[in-house]
């Protein structure tokens, strides 16, 4: 993906008011990203554990999400697969979930996946980073054919997200 600014991103979100979107905590070292091996950038509050955020272009918009990670309860802890990307973990998946954009957001509607915990689904996919205690599954797709699969996950869930 093309490589993003942090304005560019405090712009970008659709899920948290301007105040919010202000406030939160971009990571640092942006312009070192590998970006040329993202295709979205996914990233985790150092402060607060429970808030995620998730950063991509759809459509030739930059458009970010702010997540919540609730706690899983034990049931959820034997979920495995990330659902954006396909990779199996061990204990690496998270389910999180993002307030609604607008309105609906307001009256408390929000919408959950499963993602690798650490959001680096595209890292995995593309084997720069191995699942801890996961085994890849072989797959007969082409790394290019996985790629459009991560992206045509997170553009579908951003859809549900700004629906
Ligand atoms: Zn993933």
Not at 28 to 33: E, K
Not at 44 to 55: K, N, V
Not at 111 to 125: F, K, M, Q, R, W
Request: glycine share 10%.
């Amino acid at each position: 993906m093309k490589p993003l600014t942090e304005p560019e991103i405090r712009t970008a979100f659709v899920n948290c008011t301007k105040g919010e979107a202000k406030r939160l905590a971009v990571p640092r070292g942006l312009a070192d990203r590998p970006w040329d091996a993202l295709d979205f950038l996914g990233w985790r509050d150092p402060q607060a554990p429970g808030r995620a955020y998730l950063a991509t272009e759809l459509d030739g918009r930059t458009r970010a999400v702010a997540l919540r990670s609730p706690a899983p309860a034990p049931w959820q802890a034997r979920r495995s697969m990330c659902s954006v990307c396909l990779t199996p973990h061990a204990g690496g998946v998270s389910l999180m979930v993002a307030p609604k954009a607008g309105t609906a957001g307001q009256r408390g509607n929000s919408v959950g996946t499963y993602i690798c915990s650490d959001l680096e689904c595209s890292l995995y996919v593309r084997g720069r980073k191995d699942p801890a205690g996961g085994a890849r599954i072989h797959e007969s797709l082409t790394l290019e054919e996985k790629i459009q699969r991560i992206e045509g996950n997170v553009a579908t869930f951003l859809a549900k997200v700004v629906a």
